[in-house]
C-alpha cells in the first residue's frame, strides 16, 4: 500500500511540472553553413539550455566552405526525400495545428525560399504552408515565403519565442510519434544516412 502511495505521489509531482509553463527562444539561419540557436528556460527560470554553448562545449572546430555546401545541399535532398513521404505532412499539419492552438507566440519572424526542383509539389508544399497562417494570428505577417520552381533550395532565417505547458503537447506528440508516416521517414533518413557514409 505504501509503495502505490509513493508511486502515486511521484506520478502527481510529475504530472504537475509537466504543467509549468516552458519559455523557449529558437534562431536557425541556412547557407553554406547553417547555423542555429536553441534556447529554453523552465521553472520559472530555474531550469535552463542553450543548445548553442553545449554545441560549443562539445565541438570546437571549424567546418569549411566546401563541406558546407555539401551539408546544404544533402539537406535540401533530406527535406525533399521527407516531403514526398505518404502521408507524413498531413500527420505534420494536424501536428502543426495542435502546436500553434497550444502555445503562446510572444515573437515570431522569417524570411524562406523554398523550392522542391517540381513546380506542382512547390505549388502543393506552399498551399499546405499558407493554410496554416491564420493559426498564428498577428504573427502571421512577420513570415515570408519565396516560391522558387526552377530548383530545389531552401534558404531560410527564422527566429522566434514562445511559451508552452508540456503537458499540452503530451496527447498529440504521442499521436505523431507512433505513426505509420513517422515510421517510414525513420527508415528513410536511416536509408539516406547510410548511403551517405558508403559513399
Known amino acids: 500500500m505504501l509503495a502505490l502511495i509513493i508511486i502515486a505521489s511521484l506520478l502527481a509531482a510529475f504530472v504537475l511540472l509537466l504543467c509549468i509553463p516552458m519559455d523557449v527562444t529558437f534562431a536557425w539561419e541556412s547557407g553554406r553553413t547553417p547555423a542555429g540557436r536553441f534556447r529554453f528556460a523552465w521553472f520559472f527560470g530555474a531550469v535552463g539550455w542553450d543548445a548553442r554553448k553545449a554545441a560549443k562545449v562539445r565541438e570546437k572546430r571549424t567546418v569549411s566552405k566546401k563541406r558546407g555546401l555539401s551539408r546544404t545541399l544533402d539537406g535540401i535532398g533530406d527535406f525533399i526525400a521527407i516531403i514526398r513521404i505518404r502521408g507524413l505532412w498531413k500527420k505534420v499539419t494536424r501536428l502543426m495545428r495542435d502546436f500553434f492552438r497550444r502555445v503562446e507566440i510572444k515573437k515570431l519572424s522569417g524570411d524562406i525560399s523554398l523550392g522542391l526542383g517540381n513546380p506542382a509539389e512547390t ?67 536511416a536509408s539516406r544516412r547510410w548511403k551517405r557514409r558508403r559513399n
Open 123 to 189: 505549388g502543393i508544399l506552399l498551399a499546405s504552408i499558407y493554410a496554416l497562417r491564420p493559426l498564428l494570428g498577428g504573427f502571421a505577417g512577420g513570415l515570408l515565403f519565396h516560391p522558387i520552381f526552377g530548383q530545389p533550395l531552401l534558404e531560410a532565417r527564422v527566429e522566434g519565442t514562445f511559451r508552452l505547458q508540456p503537458i499540452r503537447m503530451a496527447v498529440p506528440l504521442a499521436r505523431f510519434i507512433f505513426s505509420g508516416p513517422v515510421a517510414r521517414l525513420a527508415r528513410t533518413m
